[in-house]
């Protein structure tokens, strides 16, 4: 009998030891990786025990995504002008604004321009900086770092590594953080990411309109222009690309399946590595990107393409190269559109507060 209930009592130590081991893990990684939560309460967010116990699962999501922690620069670190910077272009979210602004300055940009083959270097093995039109003085590279294809050429080329791009313009944020940059030579080649956002629901409704004239676009729609806001809306088109921000976020393929565990991750990418801006304060968002790229400002040539932009315009007021009508929060067009982009929707949430957080650190660099 004593000798059974010695056993009871070892067999209860055990479990016990197991348990506390669990929670000594789950602490380790907690430190380690410095996954903290705490941003979660600028913003109001329902969480649901669902989206509590995804945690531990985020944890090892995380460690399979090991290029943002390696390859990237964290926000806290102050630019020191060898780091290339990553312009996220997220699709109807000013990325073309952003492109001409920069080749306004004179800016050497990656763009799809440096592999058309008029300008006959799209075959090249090596890397060629060129000035696309002899009328502006901007120039570009002969690698197309919006698309997987490009940004796989663009390693093999050393791209990164040579420094020869002031911005490298990507709509493939995940492939060109794990492709293109990397932590050797004492980090020289680590990566800045900026990035406009924009509501989704602002950002559907301007692709909707964007796709029914723009002829050039191989995603062109002419038929949409028979079609009503809401009825696009209901239609699978309306859902082609939901939560595209939180799926690019996570290295996630077109049409892959997210959901809150990626969300975590997404805010944690967000928070750690990345310029957020606004487009719905775009010149202060600019500023900022300004003071990570080293642009000064005072320089006549940058002040005038600052004012050319948006001197003239009233503050917080949204650059749209395609007007067109607006949907207003709340109704049905809009509601439909937010239960398809729910997941996208809390995150840009998450990026308003992160706006305003990153204030004074982007402020510091200039200290």
């Known amino acids: 009998m004593v000798a059974k209930m010695k056993r009871s009592h070892t067999a209860q130590q055990k479990k016990w030891m197991a348990i506390l081991g669990v929670f000594f893990v789950l602490a380790l990684f907690n430190i380690t990786f410095d996954w903290n939560d705490q941003p979660d309460q600028l913003v109001v967010i329902e969480e649901t025990r669902g989206e509590r116990d995804s945690l531990k699962s985020a ?20 630019p020191n002008g060898s780091d290339s910077i990553l312009f996220w272009h997220i699709p109807k979210c000013g990325g073309t604004t952003a492109k001409k602004l920069y080749a306004c300055m004179g800016k050497t940009i990656t763009t799809r321009v440096g592999v ?6 799209q075959n090249s093995q090596k890397l060629v900086v060129f000035q696309p039109y002899p009328d502006e003085d901007w120039r570009t590279v002969n690698v197309d770092t919006t698309v997987l294809e490009g940004i796989i050429r663009a390693k093999g080329m050393g791209l990164v590594q040579s420094h020869v791009a002031d ?3 990507s709509m493939e944020m995940g492939a060109a953080v794990q492709h293109l940059f990397d932590n050797k030579k004492e980090g ?7 990035a406009l956002f924009r509501h989704p629901v602002e950002r559907l409704v301007s692709k909707f309109y964007y796709l029914q004239v723009a002829y050039w676009e191989q995603s062109y729609h002419p038929e949409w222009q028979t079609m009503s806001i809401l009825e696009w809306a209901r239609t699978k088109h309306a859902g ?3 939560n595209i921000m939180v799926q690019k976020l996570t290295g996630k393929a077109w049409g892959d399946r997210v959901g809150e565990r990626d969300l975590r991750v997404a805010k944690k990418i967000l928070r750690d590595h990345v310029i957020v801006g ?3 304060d775009i010149e202060e968002s600019f500023r900022r990107f300004n003071i990570v790229l080293g642009v000064d400002e005072t320089m006549d040539r940058n002040q ?9 315009k009233v503050p917080g007021t949204v650059t749209n190269s395609n007007e067109h009508p607006k949907v207003v929060e709340g109704s049905t067009v809009w509601n439909i559109l937010v239960r398809k982009n729910t997941l996208d929707v809390r995150l840009y949430r998450y990026v308003e507060a992160l706006f305003e957080e990153q204030k004074s650190v982007i402020q510091s660099y200039t200290a």
């Open 59 to 78: 944890f090892s999501d995380w460690l399979e995504l090991p290029s943002w922690r390696k390859n990237l620069r964290k926000i806290q670190e102050k």
């Open 116 to 121: 058309l083959p008029q300008f006959g270097h």
């Open 167 to 169: 911005v490298i313009v």
């Open 188 to 194: 020289r080649n680590k990566g800045r990411v900026i």
């Open 240 to 242: 082609a690309d939901s």
């Open 278 to 280: 606004l487009l719905s």
């Open 304 to 312: 005038n393409c600052m004012n050319d932009f948006f001197g003239s």
